[in-house]
């Protein structure tokens, strides 16, 4: 079944202690992206990747890091949490190739509470 | 500026009628498209429906339309026959060709059905 996995779903943590949160996909997908949302904002865009060790900012990376080792896995690191990163976070994959309408996969979410 | 705008932060329908959530959006990219998903309260993102810039047709999937007025940049998202099932959030969303194909989200609308 082609789908992309976040774990781990539900994570309460303390401000400053590093996190991470994994997400794989087995689409073989080059493109993978990682989003929060937050009520009234959205889904917004923290980074992405168009394939291995290719990455690249979004509307919102600060705090974040990333990585893309691997085709298939593409963590996102938050190296010192503060309370503003409690959100719910979206993973999400789809193939580089293709037309505008090429379908995105997304993970079942992340939801993050820093305390 | 917003690119994506949903006006309506929440709405109420009764069961069985049809309702609109609107959506606009701005972009200066002649090649994009258009999508809508659907948020249940579990949280995962479903895809329902797809618009290109340059299809000549409104989009349609079994209860699910889109009222697409490229003039006017709206992209309304039409539900028949509303179902209780149908409660929940509902996300606007973009790519642009020329924006590499990054999804911007609107903030969403809340659609509650009323038995």
């Known amino acids: 079944e082609a789908q992309v996995t976040q774990n781990p779903r539900y994570l309460i943590t303390v401000t400053g202690k590093k996190l991470t949160v994994t997400c794989s996909q087995n689409?073989?997908?080059?493109?993978m992206s990682w989003y929060r949302q937050d009520p009234g904002l959205g889904l917004r865009q923290i980074y992405y990747?168009?394939?291995?060790?290719?990455?690249d900012k979004g509307d919102v990376p600060e705090g974040y890091k990333v990585s893309r080792k691997e085709k298939r896995n593409f963590p996102l690191i938050l190296e010192s949490p503060s309370p503003n990163q409690t959100s719910l976070y979206f993973c999400?994959?789809?193939?580089?190739?293709?037309?505008?309408?090429?379908?995105?996969?997304f993970g079942q979410g992340t939801r993050l509470t820093v305390v | 500026a917003q690119k994506i705008t949903q006006t309506q932060p929440g709405m109420f329908v009764q069961e069985k009628e049809a309702v609109t959530l609107d959506c606009t959006y701005d972009?200066?990219?002649?090649?994009?498209?258009l999508f809508w998903y659907k948020q249940p309260s579990s949280g995962e993102m479903i895809f329902l429906i797809y618009?290109?810039?340059?299809?000549?047709q409104n989009a349609t999937e079994g209860r699910y339309s889109l009222n697409f007025q490229k003039a006017r940049k709206s992209a309304n998202l039409v539900i028949s026959a509303s179902q209780l099932g149908d409660s929940a959030m509902y996300f606007c969303?973009?790519?642009?060709?020329?924006?590499?194909?990054?999804?911007?989200f609107g903030p969403g609308t809340r659609l509650s059905v009323l038995p």
């Open positions: 999400a994959s789809r193939a580089g190739t293709g037309g505008l309408n090429t379908e995105a996969f």
């Open positions: 689409m073989n997908h080059e493109y």
């Open positions: 990747s168009m394939n291995v060790e290719v990455t």
């Open positions: 972009t200066s990219d002649p090649s994009y498209g």
């Open positions: 618009q290109g810039s340059y299809d000549q």
């Open positions: 969303a973009m790519r642009e060709l020329l924006g590499g194909q990054n999804f911007v």
